[in-house]
Each structure stands twice: as C-alpha cells, then as structure tokens.
C-alpha cells in the first residue's frame, strides 16, 4: 500500500477571544479549507478561576452548514431555537446541523462560571453540499461514555468513534457529507495505521503531543495537509498525544461564506441575513 505524501504542515495561529486562549488551524493565510473541512478554533488549554463569565459565545445564527465541538476540559451549555438542549461535560461531543438556519449559544455551564476549573474545547466547521444547505435544523449532544471506541496496539490507541466506519465500529452519527470524524488518545510509543482512498481529503490536527507521521516529526499545534496520493497513514507517538482524524470526499463546489453563513454564491449569502432579520431561523428567548 502506498504511503500518502504530505503537501505541507500548516501551524494553528493565536486568535485570542477576549480572554479566552483561541488558536485557529483553518483557516489562515497559508491554508483556506480542505473540503469540506471549513474551520478549526482551538479554545484553551487555560483555567478559569472561581465566579468566571465562561465561554463567550453568546446566542448567534448560522446556515449552510454542522459543527462539531470537542469538550476536552470543562464543559459546554449548549442552547438553540430548534430545541436542542444540554451541556456536555469532558470527553463529550456536540454535533449540530445549522442547515437552513438557527440561532444558538454555547455557554459554560452555572456551575462552572461558579466553581471555575480547566477548559480545552474544539470546535470543527463542515461543509454541507449544495443539496443539504436547507435541511432542517438538527442538534445531537453526546457525553464521553456515548461514543463508541475501538482501541488498537495493546491499549495504547484509542479512537473514539464519531462518525462513519472505523473498522468494524460505526460512529452514532451520520454525516449528510459522508464525513468520517473521530479523535485519537495516543500512548507514548503507540502506533496508530489507517488506509484512507487516495480521493479522499483528510484533515488531521495535533492537539497535544509529538507525533511521526509517515515519517515525519509533527507537534502540537499543527495541521498536517495530504496531497491526495497514496492511501496509508501511519502515526507514531513520541509522547502521549491526541489527535482529530477526518476524511470526506470533496464535494469541489463553489464555498461562499460570510461570518456564521456558509453558502454556494453572495445572493444566497445575502438571502441568509435577510432570513435571520425576519425571524425564519427563530427567535432567541432565554
């Protein structure tokens, strides 16, 4: 099986938010996106003393469409105007579906703007193709002991199981881009391998650790980009590492997007603020 060749290795850059340590991986001048993979911001690691203010982000729309948000440390609140509701704790996921359009907010829990403590979380912007822009709306909040796993190398890989087919586990969530999501938790020493087709792009981000991939000494931080030759990745960790592993077939249609919007051209673009105007993505009660 051939080897899939590095195109180059792109460094997350600081992107603070007020006083929240943000490092952004996609996109930055070197890289815009790897379709369908839009956006990464990298929130912390930081710790929040006792009586904080939390998370930021307070209610705002999007459309066109899904996040996916990591909670490595701390938690999140998530609230939106199609009903989904909950917060996920450490080790959990949020996958959203903003679709045709939704107004939300992603807030720390009372009890962590109480008591403080650690928080890292992650969040990953997926494309939707053209035909699934105006899906209906959909939210799916999972905790850590939700996520299936499949572990490797006598214990010392684990890949929790987002979406798609890793082996003979199957992710709880379907992806309307045919997106295979996961993150990996490596031991010092452990060697993860995959064979993703060639057609296939792959995103890949070093949250923490050193890594070899197919040879190649990678740190925290970065995001590795593939040519789309060869298929087998190989990973070797230098020091206990985690990962974010993704892989879709790109969908190689027109990307128009304009802050919480993500469409195919500027009128629809503009069709999405005139929506949000009117009320069609709902209205924000507390």
Do not use: C
């Not at 929240?20 to 369908?36: F, G, M």
């Not at 990464?40 to 705002?60: A, D, K, R």
Request: charge should be negative; glycine fraction near 12%; proline fraction near 6%.
């Amino acid at each position: 099986m051939a080897t899939r060749k590095i195109k180059k290795v792109h460094k997350a850059v600081s992107a603070p938010i007020g006083n929240l340590v943000t490092y952004r991986a996609l996109p930055t001048r070197e890289v815009e996106y790897i379709d369908p993979f839009l956006f990464l911001n990298h929130h912390g690691p930081q710790t929040y003393g006792p009586n904080n203010s939390g998370l930021p982000f307070g209610p705002h729309p999007h459309r066109g469409f899904e996040t996916l948000t990591f909670i490595l440390k701390g938690d999140i609140m998530h609230q939106d105007t199609g009903g989904g509701q909950s917060v996920i704790e450490k080790g959990g996921v949020q996958w959203m579906t903003a679709g045709s359009g939704l107004i939300h907010a992603e807030v720390s829990s009372d009890k962590f703007k109480r008591e403080g403590g650690p928080l890292e979380i992650l969040q990953l912007w997926f494309n939707l193709p053209a035909r699934h822009k105006m899906v209906k709306p959909n939210y799916i909040g999972l905790q850590q002991g939700e996520l299936p796993t499949k572990t490797e190398d006598g214990g010392r890989v684990i890949v929790n199981v987002i979406s798609g087919k890793w082996g003979d586990v199957e992710g709880p969530i379907a992806s309307l881009g045919g997106i295979a999501m996961g993150s990996i938790e490596l031991k010092q020493g452990g060697t993860f391998t995959a064979a993703i087709p060639a057609e296939r792009n792959i995103f890949f981000y070093v949250v923490r650790g050193q890594v070899n991939v197919n040879g190649q000494h990678i740190s925290k931080l970065h995001l590795v980009e593939f040519e789309q030759e060869g298929e087998e990745i190989k990973v070797e960790a230098l020091e206990d590492a985690y990962i974010l592993l993704g892989h879709a077939r790109p969908f190689n249609e027109p990307v128009v997007s304009h802050g919480p919007f993500v469409m195919n051209t500027e009128q629809e673009i503009q069709e999405a603020f005139q929506d949000y105007q009117l009320g069609k993505m709902g209205r924000w009660t507390e």
